[in-house]
């Protein structure tokens, strides 16, 4: 069933006009997307409910409007009256009209159009070819509205393409995935095939090392000095290759140890260093990181270790392993992550979740490439790790509590869940991340991490999100717990990690 309502909200005033106006009926403040939610609430958040939106001549504010791109809708019924027109009479939106037209394409809305033909386009200003001008009594007379349709063509068109990586994603939007456990499980060969086709990710590292190199390594020294490097995890030899690359570019000397406890991704490794006859600078350790007994300590520790949300691969219990062969000046690459998130309304992804029928996948985080989704308010740090830590009171269990405000005029909103991601330091100014403000571009290795929330929550307009989140630690593995603390509470979700956990 689609529910046709119109794309209006009027804007908030200030206090005092509000008291003035409080008896007056006729200035009570409209936002249509109330309607909506009151609805699906309703039906129970009913999967088979969805949104056309009436899109009239004058448009809400932005914020308002990002809010709809996480609601299921489907159609955007343009009134005619909603055009202006241009110099040569033809029909033509509004900067904001096209914008929002745009991100109605983009997240595939069907765009109607509707109301009375207002621009007779064959009677256009003089000089100016009317496409009617050939018409004879033979050929079919064009719909009354094709002017507004070849604009919509023309909106359409003007879109820059697809990025080549973003069409290769497309099956991803919003589709979700259990994040990899890539201590408890082996990763298959086409995972890895996958991560090494990311040059940007490796291309970080290297410039990361050759940084660290440099540090170490004064330019007197480069002959009478080899560095040790230890890659722990090192799959099938990319940040091996990416050390040595960043050696042979800064001239510095390097002994290279490469120490991957995957048995498969350990024969491949074999393979590669034989192909490259790199025998002599790299010796390969199949063992697990947190146990093998080290012949000689490390001057640079690389590692990538990293998930969607930064330690959720548990890169710090691998690491607090790894660091006992880390000489006491030693780097790690990376020297610290931070996880991020933010509240978000997502539709989609709560209905999928819900399909399951159980609470145990409201007590999940999911790997999903997010697409139709409205980020409600800016992301927030959340967990952070560095690297070497050799304090004996370290810990990697944490707690943080998170307060969100929704920028001005966004009006009321339901939150579905959370969105993750991480940042990660490599070597003083090199990072990467996937934090949407400070993204590395064109990198693909990870997509944005998903906390739902068992039942969505409806936020009032100008009231904050208040979130709390815990990692902890236990003998086997290592959870989450989530919990919403404003505007209402909801239960803890995933407490003692009954339902989503990452095995140690
Ligand atoms: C995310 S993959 C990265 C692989 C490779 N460095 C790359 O960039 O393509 C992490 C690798 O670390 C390995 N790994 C994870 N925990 C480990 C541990 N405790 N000891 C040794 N290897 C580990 C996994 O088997 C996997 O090959």
Redesign the pocket.
């Known amino acids: 069933m689609w529910l046709r309502i119109p794309l209006e909200k009027s804007e908030s005033m200030d206090e005092d006009h509000d008291k003035v106006n409080n008896n007056n009926p006729t200035s009570e403040t409209v936002d249509s997307w109330e309607w909506w939610n009151s609805f699906r609430l309703l039906c129970e958040h009913s999967s088979q409910l969805y949104v056309a939106l009436d899109i009239l001549s004058s448009l809400p504010s932005m914020n308002s409007l990002g809010r709809w791109f996480g609601e299921p809708v489907r159609a955007a019924i343009l009134q005619t009256d909603a055009f202006l027109t241009n110099a040569r009479g033809y029909p033509c939106l509004s900067k904001r009209h096209q914008t929002l037209l745009t991100g109605f394409f983009n997240h595939s809305v069907q765009v109607i159009i509707s109301g009375r033909s207002n621009h007779n386009v064959s009677q256009v200003s003089e000089g100016v070819l009317s496409r009617d001008e050939n018409h004879t009594e033979d050929t079919p007379t064009q719909h009354a509205l094709s002017p507004y349709l070849d604009y919509m063509a023309y909106l359409y068109q003007r879109m820059d393409p697809l990025p080549e990586q973003e069409r290769f994603e497309i099956n991803y939007r919003d589709f979700l995935q259990s994040p990899?456990q890539?201590?408890m499980d082996?990763?298959e060969a086409q995972t890895?095939e996958t991560?090494?086709k990311d040059t940007v990710?490796?291309t970080q590292y290297q410039r990361a090392i050759a940084k660290a190199l440099v540090d170490k390594v004064s330019d007197d020294e480069v002959s009478t000095t080899r560095t040790v490097l230890m890659?722990?995890?090192?799959?099938?030899?990319?940040?091996v290759r990416a050390s040595l690359q960043a050696a042979e570019e800064t001239g510095r000397m390097l002994k290279v140890y490469a120490?991957?406890?995957?048995p498969n991704?350990v024969i491949t490794l074999h393979s590669l260093i034989k192909l490259e006859g790199w025998e002599s600078m790299v010796t390969i350790i199949s063992?697990?990181?947190?146990c093998w007994d080290a012949p000689e300590k490390a001057d640079i520790l690389v590692?990538?270790?990293?998930g969607s949300f930064g330690d959720n691969?548990?890169s710090p219990e691998?690491l607090d392993?790894a660091q006992r062969f880390l000489k006491p000046d030693g780097i790690s690459i990376p020297s610290s992550y931070t996880s991020f998130i933010q509240p978000v309304t997502a539709s989609k992804l709560h209905n999928d979740i819900k399909a399951h029928k159980d609470i145990a996948h409201f007590e999940t985080a999911y790997v999903v490439k997010l697409h139709r989704v409205a980020r409600l308010a800016p992301p927030q740090e959340v967990f952070s790790f560095a690297h070497p830590n050799f304090s004996p009171k370290a810990t990697n269990q944490r707690y943080t509590k998170l307060q969100f405000e929704l920028p001005q005029d966004t009006g009321s909103c339901l939150v579905h869940g959370f969105a993750g991601y991480f940042d990660a330091v490599l070597y003083k100014d090199v990072h990467l991340g996937i934090e949407p403000n400070t993204c590395t571009p064109n990198m693909f290795s990870w997509f944005p991490i998903f906390f739902p929330l068992r039942k969505p929550i409806y936020v009032p307009s100008e009231s904050p999100i208040e979130v709390h989140f815990w990692r902890c630690c236990g003998a086997t593995k290592v959870w989450y717990e989530w919990a919403l603390v404003a505007p209402s509470p909801s239960p803890i979700h995933n407490s003692n990690g009954r339902s989503y956990w990452v095995g140690l």
């Not at 890659?231 to 940040?239: E, K, N, T």
């Not at 063992?287 to 947190?290: E, H, I, L």
């Not at 590692?303 to 990293?306: F, G, I, K, T």
């Open positions: 990899l890539p201590l082996n990763l890895y991560f090494e990710k490796y890659v722990v995890g090192a799959g099938r030899g990319p940040l120490v991957e406890k995957n991704a063992s697990d990181m947190r590692s990538e270790l990293l691969e548990l691998c392993g």
